[in-house]
Structure formats: structure tokens, C-alpha cells
């Protein structure tokens, strides 16, 4: 049993493994960006923004082989069971002002261990937004990740420079299970050398130009839009936009994420730039997407489906085909994941926060894979010979996935059936999206 937190730890190296593979079975897509942007001169302060409740999380420990200690928020480990798992598996309570004074003091405990951890040459991820929100945009930045890697730089840093890195996560759908997700790594903060260059007197007037700094490099690694009144119509002017230029579609499989991303970040910026030069032009536009996005739902049509198509029928068609393909498959995949998908919708709808059901589909992936396993493999063998126990075994491992992306291959295929029907819907997006190209 390892005595730091960060020390190296045989079983949980062991359980990273099942815990990663898990990790990559719950999205279509994965994309890593921007690792040349880490230094390996010096300590690693990790600042993701925070959207997706454990998934940033996971998704973060799945971007990097080495180790990585999280923080979390304090009250998690209330209970003294969970408290222990947390510990175990690499995170240290974060108090927040909320929790109460007493409890931001023992901070200063935690504090030590981050300053320790950096020290040993151990990577630390903290989320300094504190608490998540599913927008394309940043919430106030605390000040726990500046005080840490000011301790740290006060303790260490003339022997090894301390570095904030900002880093950027996209996901081409928070609520759906096996969409995709981007994680970017962005210019780092050398703090010691950013420190040195300040004419102040204390920590505090250090902390705020170090905030606009990282708020500035964290606003460069995603789609960024400004949380006001306007974000909903923004956002869903800019989905009809990016989706409008690309035949295989805004976040979809066949576009690197990345290169989506700076689309999208090009678009955003585009939408604020003539809202700001022509501002009653461009509410009646947004006006005009919010409509047609109350229309696309209502109508039970998803935005993929209004992608450039050289026959839409045609396309239809191609797609009804391969439905009917992959049917034996998913009939399979239904009756072998049937504990883990059941399970799964039986726990995702009595979750209200619609952010974290995307955990529970993934926490169901990763309990149920290390229980039925061994039970499928022991049946497998001794009632088949080795090579069907074999043949069946790597066909079940992939069957909860699948029966996830048929049913959402289906429900597209569907979509573009009622669009085919619907041509004034269709009408209404070409028009709304040629208005806004000729402003």
C-alpha cells in the first residue's frame, strides 16, 4: 500500500488499464492535440475547462499513460468509504469558500500534497472553474491552481521552473453516449518566469494577472461563446453553419475533432464580429435559428442530418442498407450486453443531472466488463470449442458500444427520412444560413 498519493502503485496501474480501455470503448472518436506544448523541464499543473461532470476527468487520466493527481470538490469525501476510493484512485479533496472557514483551512493540508506531488515530478490536474456547466464558454476561474503553483514555485522553483498548463476539452455531444471528445493542450505558464516579471507585493496581485493569462489560453482551446442572453441562438446559428460547409458534418467521425474545433472557434468569433457590427440584422437572424431549432426538435429531425448531400435519397437508402447489414449484429450485441444496457437506462433515467448520465453509462461499461468477463469467458469455454468460446468472447466485447451507435445510426437514419418529408424545414435552414454568409 502505497504511503503518498502519487507514489506508484501496482494495482492501480492495473486498474488504469481496464479503467482506460473502458474509457475509449465509451466514444466513437478520441483526439489527443498539442503534447509538444508540454514541457519536461519542469512541474505540471494541468487547468482544463469543465463541462462534463467525471468525464473531464476521465478523459484527462485517458490522455496521458503516465501518472496524474486530481483535485475534487472537499464535500465528495463526506462519506469515509468514498473518501478512501478517492484517495486511492489519485484525487485530494478541494475545499471551496462554500464549504465553510474551517473547512478552506485544512486547504493549506491539501495545498502541501499538491506542492509534494509537483515536487516528485508527478503530474497534477485541477479544474479551476470548480464546478461543471455543458456550455461552450468559462465560468470565473478560482484561485486554488495559482495559489498551488505559487506554493510551489516559492518552495522549488528556482531548482525547477512550475508550469500551468492550459488545456482545452471538447465533446461532439455532452449528454450522448459514444459521441467523441478533444482534449488540447495549450502554450504553458511558465509561473516562475511569469512571476519574476511582476511589480507586485503580495500573492494576491500576483493571482489576477496569472488568472487573465490562463482565461485567455483556455479560451483559445475551445469553441468559445459568451455565456449572455444570446448563447442559445448563437450556438444554435453556429451548429447550422459549420454544418452547413462539411458533407460528413459538424463533429462527426470522418473530420479530425481538432480541425472541427477550429472551425467552429472561426465561426464563433465570425457570429460576435457582425453581432457587433450589425447588431439588429443579426438578433433577427438568431431569432431565426432559435425558430428553426425549436422546429428541427419538434419535428424530431437531428441537425446531422441537414449535411450537403449530392442525392439525399440516395443517401437515405445507403443508410437503410447498412442498418439492415449490421442488424445480425445488433441483435447479437442486444441479447449479449443485455445486463449492462439495461442496467445502464434503468440508472441513466433516474439521474438528473442529464450531464452525468454519460458516467453512469460509462461506470456501468467499466463494473459490469469486470463481472461478466469472466462469467461469459467460463461459460464460452466449456460449453464451445476454444475457437467459437474465442470467436464469441471478442464479439461481446465491443457489443455494448454497438448496440449504443446502431440505435443512434437508426435514429439518424429516421431523421433523414422526416427531413425528405419536410422540405420547408429544409428551406428554412438554407435560408437562415445564406442570410447569414451574405451579411
Known amino acids: 500500500m502505497r504511503e503518498k498519493i502519487y507514489e506508484k502503485d501496482r494495482s492501480y496501474d492495473f486498474l488504469k488499464i481496464i479503467v482506460d480501455a473502458c474509457i475509449r470503448a465509451s466514444y ?24 462534463n461532470t467525471l468525464m473531464d476527468a476521465l478523459v484527462m487520466l485517458n490522455a496521458y499513460k503516465g501518472t496524474t493527481v486530481f483535485g475534487a470538490r472537499a464535500d465528495i469525501f463526506n462519506n469515509k468509504f468514498i473518501g478512501k476510493v478517492m484517495t486511492y484512485i489519485r484525487i485530494l479533496p478541494m475545499v471551496r469558500q462554500r464549504d465553510g472557514l474551517r473547512n478552506v483551512l485544512k486547504n493549506k493540508d491539501t495545498q502541501d500534497t499538491i506542492v509534494e506531488t509537483l515536487e516528485n515530478g508527478v503530474r497534477f490536474c485541477m479544474f479551476p472553474e470548480g464546478k461543471h456547466r455543458t456550455k461552450h464558454s468559462l465560468q470565473v476561474l478560482g484561485k486554488g491552481v495559482f495559489r498551488a503553483a505559487l506554493a510551489a514555485n516559492t518552495k522549488f522553483g528556482e531548482e525547477k521552473p512550475i508550469y500551468i498548463i492550459p488545456v482545452g476539452i471538447e465533446y461532439g ?64 446559428l453556429l451548429k447550422m453553419v459549420a454544418i452547413s460547409d462539411e458533407r460528413r458534418g459538424y463533429g462527426c467521425s470522418g473530420t479530425k475533432l481538432y480541425d472541427s474545433m477550429l472551425k467552429n472557434r472561426s465561426i464563433a468569433a465570425d457570429i460576435e464580429a457582425k453581432l457587433e457590427a450589425q447588431p439588429e440584422k443579426m438578433d433577427e437572424l438568431l ?32 443508410k437503410g442498407l447498412a442498418a439492415l447489414v449490421g442488424l445480425p449484429y445488433f441483435i447479437f450485441s442486444t441479447i449479449a450486453s443485455l445486463p449492462m444496457w439495461v442496467a445502464n437506462e434503468v440508472i441513466r433515467k433516474k439521474v438528473r443531472d442529464a450531464a452525468f448520465r454519460n458516467t453512469v453509462s460509462f461506470g456501468v461499461k467499466l463494473a459490469m466488463s469486470i463481472v461478466l468477463t469472466p462469467i461469459y469467458a467460463a461459460l464460452a469455454f466449456c460449453l464451445a470449442p476454444w475457437w467459437l468460446a474465442l470467436a464469441l468472447m471478442l464479439l461481446w466485447y465491443p457489443s455494448y458500444g454497438y448496440f449504443y451507435d446502431y440505435i443512434e445510426g437508426c435514429r439518424r437514419w429516421v431523421s433523414d427520412i422526416k427531413l425528405l418529408g ?14 447569414y454568409k451574405n451579411l
Request: charged letters at 35%; aromatic letters at 8%; glycine letters at 6%.
Open 287 to 318: 431569432g431565426q435559428a432559435k425558430e428553426f431549432e425549436r422546429a428541427r426538435k419538434a419535428a424530431g429531425v437531428s441537425i446531422y442530418s441537414f449535411r450537403k448531400r449530392n442525392n439525399r435519397v440516395l443517401n437515405t437508402i445507403g
Open 422 to 435: 419536410n422540405k420547408k424545414l429544409l428551406k428554412k435552414f438554407k435560408d437562415v444560413v445564406n442570410e
Open 28 to 51: 466513437r472518436k478520441i483526439e489527443v492535440h498539442g503534447e509538444e506544448n508540454l514541457p519536461k523541464d519542469g512541474s505540471l499543473l494541468l487547468a482544463p475547462n469543465h463541462c
Open 173 to 236: 455531444d455532452y449528454f450522448r453516449y459514444r459521441s467523441t471528445h478533444l482534449v488540447t493542450y495549450g502554450s504553458p505558464i511558465n509561473v516562475t518566469e511569469f512571476v519574476k516579471g511582476l511589480d507586485v507585493e503580495n500573492e494576491v496581485q500576483m493571482i489576477e494577472p496569472l488568472r487573465k493569462e490562463l482565461v485567455d489560453r483556455m479560451n483559445d482551446l475551445i469553441t468559445y461563446l459568451p455565456d449572455d442572453e444570446k448563447y442559445a441562438e448563437k450556438w444554435a
